[in-house]
Nanobody, 113 residues
Framework: QVQLVESGGGLVQAGGSLRLSCTAS????????IGWYRQGPGKQREFVAR???????GYADFVKGRFTISRDNAKNTLYLQMDNLQPEDTAAYYC???????WGQGTQVTVSS
């Protein structure tokens, strides 16, 4: 079993930055690909970014160079640095383990205009 716990969300003004963290516990050696999704109000959950153990990275088109995903394997922690946040980035952000299919509980990001 793997448990994923997100943190770092909050309220920020447009143009601001936040760094989200996702700490994994349990059978973390099994995790190969891990990433971030988000779900805005009244919207479906959508892919944001993912990273594998080899450092391969993928981003959604809407990221447009504003977000950076990284991982610290020694700390079993995944990060999402989000810069130049906009109101449309308002959403609950979820950590997702592609290998075993686990989800975190989410952390809320709210961007005011």
């Amino acid at each position: 079993q793997v448990q994923l716990v997100e943190s770092g969300g909050g309220l920020v003004q447009a143009g601001g930055s936040l760094r989200l963290s996702c700490t994994a516990s349990g059978s973390t050696f099994s995790i190969n690909v891990i990433g971030w999704y988000r779900q805005g109000p009244g919207k479906q959950r959508e892919f944001v970014a993912r990273i594998n153990t080899g450092g391969g990275i993928g981003y959604a088109d809407f990221v447009k160079g504003r977000f950076t995903i990284s991982r610290d394997n020694a700390k079993n922690t995944l990060y999402l640095q989000m810069d130049n946040l906009q109101p449309e980035d308002t959403a609950a952000y979820y950590c997702h383990d592609y290998t075993l299919g686990h989800w975190g509980q989410g952390t809320q990001v709210t961007v005011s205009s």
